[in-house]
């Protein structure tokens, strides 16, 4: 009998390598290419780490907000917040060298308050600033407080 191939698996930081740099890539012909990219990565990757999935979707608000795709990027704002916590607790060197690119919160404060939802617009600044991501979302909390 022949001998099975074993599968290859990959760590979580791996895939974490493979997704940034094959967005970095695909981002080179514009955020389209960028957003086809990740849904396909999606699609092909039936086993993505949660932590992982933090990333992809962090990306994909950003591709969907370029490409003016508000639903698709509220959407992918919404479930990368979700995974945010897993992303800081098991891929924490990761995260910590990506946060000062994270792109949730401004793509999700900028969407809340087109639709008047200042709330939430209020509540991705808090997180932001509890992240310790700078004074410029302690800045939109005072203007979005104004706008009230």
Avoid: W
């Amino acid at each position: 009998m022949a001998d099975r191939i074993t599968p290859i698996r990959k760590t979580p930081a791996e895939i974490l390598a493979d997704l940034l740099a094959g967005h970095d890539a695909a981002r080179l012909g514009g955020a389209e290419k960028g957003r086809k990219y990740l849904l396909n990565f999606v699609g092909r990757a039936n086993s993505i780490p949660n932590a992982v999935k933090f990333f992809l979707f962090d990306l994909l608000a950003e591709d969907a907000f370029q490409c003016g795709d508000s639903e698709a990027c509220r959407d992918a704002v919404a479930k990368a917040s979700g995974y945010l916590p897993v992303a800081q607790e098991e891929a924490s060197q990761g995260f910590r060298a990506y946060s000062h690119s994270i792109r949730l919160f401004e793509r999700g404060i900028a969407l809340a308050i087109d639709e008047g939802e200042f709330e939430q617009a209020l509540s991705l600044c808090a997180r932001a600033i509890a992240l310790g991501l700078g004074k410029a979302y302690e800045a939109k909390r005072a203007s979005i407080e104004r706008m009230m």
